[in-house]
Each structure stands twice: as C-alpha cells, then as structure tokens.
C-alpha cells in the first residue's frame, strides 16, 4: 500500500515491486530465492499473494492491462493480515492458478521448442503486435542479434528495432553482461534493442539495460511473455468459468411482512 501511495495510487507489477524492494532494502541474496513450486522467485510470489490478498479485501483494483490502483476503500488501516482460513486458501488458489497456467505455457516453450521455432514464435508475436517487415536471422545470427522489425506508432511514427531471444531452462538469469554483449551488437545499427526471454532478468540486468547515457533496451522476461501469448490468443485459450453466488439477503425479504 505505502509503494502503491509513493507510485501516485498505481502502478504495474514490475513499477510495484521495485518501489517495495526500494522501500523495504530488500537485498539481491534474498530477491535471487526461487520460489520451490514455481519459475518466479520467493519475492515475485509473495508479491502476487499480497496483490491478491489486498484485492480480495476491496483495498486495491486491477485493470485488464495489470495496472494496480487504490481502490475508495484503500486505507492501511484496514488491512486485514488475520484472514480465516477459507479466505487464505481461496488466495492461495488464485495465485497458484495465475502462475501455474504461465508455468506451463513457459515449460512447452523450453522443453519443445528449438531456439529457431521459438524465434519464428517471437517473430509471429512481434507481427501481432503491429511489427512490419520482421526478419529473424536463425542459425546465421549476427553477434547476439537475432532478428530485427520495425515499430510503428499510431501509423505515423516508426523505428527499427533490433531483438533477441534466449530460451533458458529452470532458474537461469539474464545477467548485465548478455546486456552489455547485446548492446554492443546494437552499435551502428539502431538506436533500440528489445531482449526477450522465458527467465527472468537480475537486477544488475536491468539496471544495466536502462542505463543513463546508453542506448535503451526494453526487455521482456517469461512472465510479460506469457501475459502477450495471453493477450493475443496465441497458443492459449481462456475458458470463461460461471460462478453462481447465493443472494442471502434477497430471499431472507420473504420473511418481511406488508
């Protein structure tokens, strides 16, 4: 709630919990934990829990785009950190749930797909998102350069976008150094990079991707991945499940006299 508040009352996942391990000093150690049922680390799963949680007490609000906002009921002050046990398994189901459908999706990535099919899959990604002219290099990749598109915004604007894909197995990290390789790569080409991975990043990684005087690059880990294929049905399927809840109150009106 107090990174949500420092954030201007909303922000995204990755926006959240960089201002909570800014406020909390959280170290790399302890950020570099994998969580034992899962692909994300401890902290990237605690963090989902506790969106959750606060969620289901009516204190914050998602948007379909994963922007998290204070609801009207949002004070600290409310927080309920003694939940009953049904409550805490339904929370616990629905974080699991989340993840696990992002596991499996990442887990057909890696185990069957070659390095050059999941290119073409990034490749097919880039041109739903509006990408033209998108070439992937294969086997005769240029030092770390995998394939290249271009970026058009609103139809008017565009610019050439230089990408590349790692599909790494199990609890491997991109470091800072396959960022400075790539970026090195970038050198006279383009201005703009874009790393994709089914991992994650470290935060050196990061750090060294949105470094001040260098050439950005955007990155894009397992978990934005998955969230795309999502968004664009592609390769997935999201079954609308109907729930049915009982109106105690509306029936109990019967008991009301004229």
């Given at each position: 709630?107090?990174?949500?508040?420092?954030?201007?009352?909303?922000?995204?996942?990755?926006?959240?919990?960089?201002?909570?391990?800014?406020i909390?000093?959280?170290?790399?150690?302890?950020?570099?934990?994998?969580?034992k049922?899962?692909?994300?680390?401890?902290?990237?799963?605690?963090m989902?829990?506790v969106?959750?949680?606060?969620?289901?007490?009516?204190l914050?609000?998602?948007?379909?785009?994963?922007?998290?906002?204070?609801?009207?009921?949002?004070?600290?002050?409310?927080?309920?950190?003694?939940?009953?046990?049904?409550?805490?398994?339904?929370?616990n189901?629905?974080?699991n749930?989340?993840e696990?459908?992002?596991?499996?999706?990442?887990?057909?990535?890696?185990?069957?797909?070659?390095?050059?099919?999941?290119?073409?899959?990034?490749?097919?990604?880039?041109?739903?998102?509006g990408?033209?002219?998108?070439?992937?290099?294969g086997?005769?990749?240029?030092?770390?350069?995998?394939?290249?598109?271009?970026?058009?915004?609103?139809?008017?604007?565009?610019?050439?976008?230089?990408?590349?894909?790692?599909?790494?197995?199990?609890?491997?990290?991109?470091g800072?150094k396959?960022?400075?390789?790539?970026?090195?790569?970038m050198?006279?080409?383009?201005?703009?990079?874009?790393?994709?991975t089914?991992?994650?990043?470290?935060?050196?990684?990061?750090?060294?991707?949105?470094?001040?005087?260098?050439?950005?690059?955007?990155?894009?880990?397992?978990?934005?991945?998955?969230?795309k294929?999502?968004?664009?049905?592609?390769?997935?399927?999201?079954?609308?499940?109907?729930?049915?809840?009982?109106?105690?109150?509306?029936?109990?009106?019967?008991?009301?006299?004229?």
């Amino acid at each position: 709630m107090q990174a949500l508040q420092e954030l201007g009352g909303s922000g995204s996942n990755d926006e959240i919990n960089d201002k909570v391990i800014e406020i909390l000093k959280i170290s790399e150690d302890l950020l570099s934990v994998m969580h034992k049922n899962t692909n994300q680390t401890e902290f990237e799963y605690q963090m989902a829990w506790v969106r959750t949680m606060l969620k289901s007490q009516g204190l914050l609000e998602n948007s379909k785009r994963g922007v998290w906002s204070i609801s009207s009921t949002g004070n600290f002050s409310l927080v309920n950190v003694h939940m009953d046990k049904k409550l805490e398994s339904e929370i616990n189901q629905e974080v699991n749930e989340d993840e696990n459908w992002k596991e499996r999706v990442i887990n057909v990535i890696t185990e069957h797909l070659s390095p050059a099919a999941f290119e073409r899959l990034i490749q097919r990604l880039l041109r739903e998102k509006g990408f033209t002219q998108v070439e992937v290099k294969g086997r005769t990749g240029d030092g770390g350069i995998d394939g290249r598109g271009i970026a058009r915004i609103n139809g008017i604007l565009s610019f050439h976008i230089i990408f590349q894909c790692k599909r790494y197995k199990g609890a491997s990290k991109v470091g800072s150094k396959d960022i400075r390789d790539f970026r090195g790569a970038m050198v006279g080409r383009t201005d703009k990079g874009l790393f994709i991975t089914t991992a994650s990043f470290t935060r050196d990684a990061i750090a060294e991707a949105n470094r001040d005087g260098a050439p950005t690059i955007d990155l894009m880990d397992g978990d934005k991945l998955a969230d795309k294929l999502k968004e664009l049905s592609l390769g997935l399927k999201v079954e609308l499940k109907e729930i049915i809840k009982v109106d105690e109150d509306w029936f109990k009106n019967f008991e009301k006299t004229i």
